[in-house]
């Protein structure tokens, strides 16, 4: 017999990004750091801002806890520091919030630029009034309990996105992008590119200059059927 587990486990993060790195993304649509990851790092599409207005850039503080359980999520607001997002994993759990107004309020104080999870929410309008951004599944109006195991600033799993506590993350309007932190010097300068690109293509749209946006003659190559 294993016994009790442990309430929380609790990991010390051994790396972070840096503030220039964060910087050097935050002004970036998350579509464009998509593309600057080849598609990958995007959290699935169930995990849907409180209101389309909300946007963060920030660095995880990750905690995951067990189905309607909110322990660890409690506990990560004494790891935060002013920057930080919450990245809170409840493996997809629907059967109550992780979170409130209340929750949400304090991690404001704290200097938190917002708060992803693939679970419930509660508090709606509480949250947009006195919280930083909050991008969750939805919504349910009842609460977890504080019982654990959780575990604190280890390797989450959230939207189908592995997320390590020091990574950059971007949310806006379309979506939650993740950057790895062991990464982010190769995808800030992937970022470059993708930016320069869309320059070029904005232009030539606002010029007049583009009258389709496929190759044909690759395709014809390859065999068109008109029928």
Request: overall charge negative.
């Given at each position: ?7 929380l ?8 990004a ?15 750091l998509?593309?600057?990851?080849q ?9 849907r ?6 946007r ?6 990750t ?5 309607r ?6 506990a990560a607001?004494?790891l935060?520091?002013p ?18 107004d ?21 508090d709606a309008?509480?949250?947009?009034a ?6 969750s599944?939805?919504l ?9 195991p959780?575990?604190l600033?280890g390797?989450v799993?959230?939207g ?26 190769r ?8 930016q ?21 003659a690759r ?5 068109v059927?008109?029928l």
């Open positions: 017999m294993i016994g009790d587990p442990l309430a486990r609790i990991h010390t993060p051994v790396g972070r840096t503030p220039e790195q964060v910087a050097a993304v935050a002004d970036a649509p998350t579509s464009f998509a593309d600057a990851q598609g990958w790092n995007c959290m699935d599409a169930a995990i801002p409180l209101d389309p207005d909300m963060f850039v920030g660095v995880a503080v905690a995951a806890g067990g189905p359980d909110n322990l660890a999520a409690i607001l004494d935060v520091a920057g930080d997002v919450l990245v809170l994993a409840t493996g997809c759990d629907r059967s109550g919030a992780v979170i409130g209340h929750y949400a309020a304090v991690a404001k104080q704290k200097g938190v630029v917002g708060i992803v999870t693939d679970g419930m929410v509660r309008a509480g949250i947009r006195k919280g930083p951004p909050v991008f599944c939805g349910r109006p009842n609460s977890g309990y504080r019982n654990g959780g575990e600033n390797t799993s959230v189908e996105v592995a997320v390590h506590p020091g990574d950059i993350v971007v949310a806006d309007e379309d979506g939650v992008v993740v950057v790895p932190h062991v990464h982010a010097e995808v800030i300068a992937a970022l470059a590119e993708v320069a690109k869309e320059d070029v293509l904005e232009g030539k749209i606002a010029r007049g200059e583009l009258t389709t946006l496929w190759d044909r395709y014809l190559e390859r065999g059927e008109e």
